[in-house]
């Protein structure tokens, strides 16, 4: 697989960043200067802070900082402004002590990064209206984006091949049914079914279930296609000679199910696996951002865009539509490993 | 051909009853039922014993009954139109819904041939002009375009369009025309309006029709009668209609599927700009639990995404001979 992606620039280019990403969400809540649910509370909507290298007197600093941002309310215009004080200089420091969390079975408070001495609430990407970092809950959501993502593909592609697999081989009755059930599940809208189907979730579930309630929702509208396609194939490979040998030197139904069918599906599985997870991202973001799907405390990219449906914070705040460009870089990632695989694994698809 | 006509025909009919079937069990799948939740306020109100309530409601709203009768009683009212009454809004869900259902019609068809249109016409391009300059291009935006969260593009346009000073952020209709008679200044208000979600949601659909035309022209004009068609000294053109026409065929059996998609992305779209089709009330609807009308909701997307299926099957007999009539 590895070779299939080395030759493709941007299938490479595409794995790159997602490596990135899942790293990045795996340790959460270490490279996050801050922790999701932390609020400041005179912050709110704070803009965006850069990184700086050079200093207002022209002295280049190797460490670099930010300048502190102080906000000032007009009363004449009723409004809020945010000037950036350059005398208080924020300079990044490593290993910092931050807000406690727990990692698989450690309790820390060791954050990668931090500003200041003692650390500063710094927004690199800006603060949400209610004063919380839009970068350490964008870091956040990358992990609950992407493992609702991987976990709704996953079981729909598991489901989706194993009904597949039964169906196109038994054929019969049992198949017609199936796939009228498959049809009902391939025509009726993703996202309509999917958000009757969340409205259904208990509203006090704990953050855990709630994660796979929203993938299992997720993979009941996206499992048919999967199943079409593996039945299809199935069909076409029951027919062939070598299974068709297989079955004259007395192998047995299941033998040659997994031993002899299974194995020429996975490639068609792997680029499915890729492509439903896309799918299943945008789904959840979809579904969060109209209140189904993610509550909180749990936060996730979708959920965080819902302030920006305010007209008035979107474009007051336009930095609260930095979830949807991570979405989206994230979903063009995917697309780019997909297509690689399947123009490599996969020659016969249009 | 008109006996395959008659049995898409059934195929459609079976699908119908089958759907609404499988909609009725989910919206009798949660816990509770209207019967105990109207008791549960009358009885706050001291209306009577709950128990007591709870059966003499269950009576009226014929609870009792086996569950396939409940889906026949239900199922006789939908065909004839009637949806029950909504719990929020306290009026025919059918009312509610109807107004919504000709703008997603319409704006369904605009997205539609909007889509379509272009997505073929740089198909075409794309493939005629394989490796060039205009098709890295095309082919880039194609993985941008359907890499969107359409919802998101939808927002980017608010942001865009309020920025630059402009006044409409979503809607169909500047409040000054939402009630007045149609007329030509109204006509070119909704003009002004509607290319938003056109555009939101036609992205997507360009990008995806784009690439699957592509692909298909790309495999037929390396055929036979393609080379045939060269050799007989056809302009490029004759020879481009000779593969498109066949290029086409696919795309069209997919266009039901796509009339499913569509809902996906016009729901989002239009909650983000508060267009009146089938989507802000329908979450609504959910967010409040008002089963009624949600489900009737989802069985009309259902009934259109199946009718849409039947005409594309028809349209695809129509016009690819090579089908067989099964």
Known sequence: MWNVLKNNKLSLMGSLILIGFVIVAI???????????????????????????????????????????????????????????????????????????????????????????????????????????????????????????????????????????????????????????????????????????????????????????????????????????????????????????????????????????????????????????????????????????????????????????????????????????????????????????????????? | MFAFFLRRLGITILMVVLSSFLIFGLIKMPPGSIATREAAEMSKHGGGQYGELVERLKKRYGLNKHFILQYWDWFSDVLRGNFGRSNIYKRPVSEIILSEVGWTIILGILILTFAWSVGIVIGIYSATHQYSFGDHLFTTLGFLGISIPNFFLAMLMIYILVISGSNITGGLFSSEFKTAPWNWAKFIDLLKHIWMPVLAVGTAKIASVMRIMRNNLLEEINKDYIRTARAKGLSEIEVWKHGVRVAINPLISKAGMQLSRLFNSVVLVAVVLSVPVIGPTFIEALKSQDTLLASAYLLIMLFLVIIGNFFADMLLAIVDPRIKYY
């Open chain 1, 27 to 350: 340790f959460a809540p270490f490279i996050a200067p801050f922790g999701n649910n932390q609020q400041f509370p005179k912050k709110g909507d704070h803009p965006p802070q850069s990184l700086r290298f050079i200093d207002k007197n022209g002295n280049f600093h190797i460490r670099p900082f930010v300048y502190e941002k102080t906000k000032s309310f007009s009363f004449e215009t009723g409004k809020t402004t945010w000037k950036v004080d350059k005398s208080q200089k924020h300079f990044l420091r490593f290993f910092v002590k931050g807000q406690s969390y727990k990692f698989l079975f450690w309790h820390l408070d060791i954050h990668l990064f931090g500003f200041g001495d003692p650390p500063q609430p710094v927004f690199f990407f800006g603060g949400d209206p209610i004063g919380r970092d839009i970068f350490s809950r964008s870091i956040y959501g990358a992990r609950v984006s992407l493992a609702i993502g991987a976990l709704a593909a996953l079981i729909a592609i598991g489901f989706g091949a194993t009904v597949g697999l039964i169906s196109g081989y038994v054929g019969g009755a049992l198949d017609a049914v199936v796939q009228r059930i498959v049809e009902f599940f391939s025509i009726i809208p993703n996202i309509p079914l999917a958000l009757t189907l969340s409205a259904f979730l208990p509203p006090d579930l704990p953050p855990i279930y709630l994660l796979f309630g929203v993938a299992i929702v997720i993979s009941i509208v996206t499992w048919a296609d999967t199943s079409r396609q593996i039945r299809g194939l199935t069909l076409s490979l029951k027919e062939t000679d070598y299974v068709i040998a297989a079955h004259s030197y007395g192998a047995s139904e299941v033998r040659k199910i997994f031993k002899h069918i299974f194995p020429r599906t996975i490639t068609l599985l792997i680029v499915n696996f890729t492509l439903t997870t896309a799918h299943a991202i945008l789904a959840e973001a979809g579904l969060s951002f109209l209140g189904f799907g993610i509550r909180p405390p749990m936060v996730s990219w979708g959920k965080m865009l819902s302030y920006a449906q305010n007209l008035l914070v979107m474009t007051s705040q336009p930095w609260n539509l930095i979830p949807g460009f991570l979405i989206f870089i994230v979903i063009l990632s995917i697309n780019f490993v997909g297509d690689g695989l399947r123009d490599a694994l996969d020659p016969y698809s249009a």
